[in-house]
């Protein structure tokens, strides 16, 4: 079956330091591929996906790279905010059924 | 704004009580849905697939008689936890299919606390 590892948390951070979170998958095939964030008290929101290889998602000033050769599609923040402060999933699959990642908090210190 | 709808955000209720909790697609037909359970600092683990007009599929060592899922129309799916107990207490998160933008939608949780 599928399955996601994602880097483990938590995550601190000062305001407008660079930020990674490691996510690889495995999946027989080629899934979709997904980062949801997760404010505090809320649902999950789509930050950005990427739906085949070498397709690089983008919103918020985030970013991911959907790679084949090394099945990964690590999340990227060149400048991080306090309100980034969030836990983000990475996540697998089709519309049809997801694979999360167990989850990474994230902590940004003004 | 908002594209799924949960309700209640959050409910308390009493050990031995039942709880529904509400799952709406506000703009788009949603043949399937889905719930998920959230258990603290954890991932979301897929509880069922909610099927408009026919039962539930439900995940492995999810009691179908504990949780009661139906999905009566295009727009709404219900979770009915039933007889509750506190170890109930979690995080419920549905999710909703839309077949013409391909995407997934998720609702803002349904936090239950049993007391």
């Known amino acids: 079956g599928n399955s996601v590892t994602q880097m483990e948390g938590p995550v601190t951070l000062s305001e407008e330091a660079f930020l990674t979170i490691n996510c690889t998958y495995t999946?027989?095939?080629?899934?979709?591929l997904f980062w949801y964030v997760q404010y505090p008290g809320e649902g999950l929101q789509l930050l950005l996906k990427?739906?085949?290889?070498?397709d690089k998602g983008s919103n918020k000033g985030f970013e991911a790279t959907y790679r084949k050769e090394t099945t990964s599609f690590h999340l990227e923040k060149g400048s991080v905010q306090v309100s980034d402060s969030a836990v983000y999933f990475c996540?697998?699959?089709?519309?049809?059924?997801?694979?999360f990642g167990s989850g990474t908090q994230l902590t940004v210190l003004p | 704004g908002a594209v799924v709808s949960q309700h209640p955000s959050r409910v308390i209720c009493k050990s031995g009580t039942s709880v529904k909790i509400e799952c709406r697609s506000l703009?788009?037909?949603?043949?399937?849905m889905f719930w998920y359970r959230q258990f603290p600092k954890q991932s979301l683990m897929l509880m069922a697939t909610?099927?408009?007009?026919?039962?539930?599929?439900?995940e492995q060592g999810v009691e179908k008689d504990k949780f009661l899922i139906n999905h009566a129309s295009l727009t709404l799916s219900t979770l009915t936890v039933t007889s509750a107990h506190p170890e109930d207490s979690s995080f419920y998160i549905c999710?909703?299919?839309?077949?013409?933008?391909?995407?997934?939608?998720f609702g803002e949780g349904s936090r239950l606390t049993v007391l």
């Open positions: 999710s909703a299919r839309d077949g013409a933008r391909g995407e997934l939608f």
């Open positions: 999946a027989t095939g080629y899934p979709s």
């Open positions: 990427a739906t085949k290889a070498d």
């Open positions: 996540a697998g699959g089709s519309a049809r059924q997801l694979t």
């Open positions: 703009d788009f037909q949603a043949t399937t």
């Open positions: 909610s099927n408009e007009g026919s039962k539930a599929t439900y």
